[in-house]
T-cell receptor, first 117, second 116 residues
Framework: DTGVSQDPRHKITKRGQNVTFRCDPISEHNRLYWYRQTLGQGPEFLTYFQNEAQLEKSRLLSDRFSAERPKGSFSTLEIQRTEQGDSAMYLC???????????????FGQGTRLTVV | AQKVTQAQTEISVVEKEDVTLDCVYETRDTTYYLFWYKQPPSGELVFLIRRNSFDEQNEISGRYSWNFQKSTSSFNFTITASQVVDSAVYFCALSGNSGGYQKVTFGTGTKLQVIP
């Protein structure tokens, strides 16, 4: 399978605990994105990386959230001191660089569904 | 600011009927891309189509067709002869040059149920 993979697929955690999600993008893709999707809504942009550099962060990404992509390959998203409002599907996507604005569509993983109890 | 509106929250059709999913967008960007994604119950967003704002040609791919009208800021999606496997949530999305095409704004989705 050469698509975007995310781990775990489901996570249940108690409020106040820290959680970390992993995303492995399509191997030749240099851009990696994190989105959050709550029930009945479309995905909302959180942040994106070009290679290992984090180039943009949404206002949705509070101080409790941190994302890394240390070697420009896989990425992790950590949420500290989880709150019930963090319950959502966290989607990762990757794409080729858009230098010529030709291949700009992002390919998504199946997401990690977080439930904070 | 960018906005994508999918006014239809849920649609139910009987198998083999045609169905059109509406999408209206707002952007101040001069150049932008429009997308449709399908999200089956498994959760993965499946890319269907990308359309550049300069290309208003309609497109047909099998049972799928897309009608892009810049004058009305609409990018509607039609499924012909719907099948049960088409049941999913469909998202229309937009990315523009002001965000370097990196930030994609999604609509709230239209849930399509195809009844056998």
């Amino acid at each position: 399978d050469t698509g975007v993979s995310q781990d775990p697929r489901h996570k249940i955690t108690k409020r106040g605990q820290n959680v970390t999600f992993r995303c492995d993008p399509i191997s030749e893709h240099n851009r990696l994105y994190w989105y959050r999707q709550t029930l009945g809504q479309g995905p909302e942009f959180l942040t994106y990386f070009q290679n290992e550099a984090q180039l943009e962060k949404s206002r949705l990404l509070s101080d409790r959230f941190s994302a890394e992509r240390p070697k420009g390959s896989f990425s992790t998203l950590e949420i500290q001191r989880t709150e019930q409002g963090d319950s959502a599907m966290y989607l990762c996507a990757s794409s080729l660089g858009a230098q010529r604005q030709g291949r700009t569509e992002a390919f998504f993983g199946q997401g990690t569904r977080l439930t904070v109890v | 600011a960018q906005k994508v509106t999918q006014a239809q929250t849920e649609i139910s059709v009987v198998e083999k009927e045609d169905v059109t999913l509406d999408c209206v967008y707002e952007t101040r960007d001069t150049t932008y891309y429009l997308f449709w994604y399908k999200q089956p119950p498994s959760g993965e967003l499946v890319f269907l189509i990308r359309r550049n704002s300069f290309d208003e040609q309609n497109e047909i791919s099998g049972r799928y067709s897309w009608n892009f009208q810049k004058s009305t800021s609409s990018f509607n999606f039609t499924i012909t002869a719907s099948q049960v496997v088409d049941s999913a949530v469909y998202f229309c999305a937009l990315s523009g040059n002001s965000g370097g095409y990196q930030k994609v704004t999604f609509g709230t989705g239209t849930k399509l149920q195809v009844i056998p």
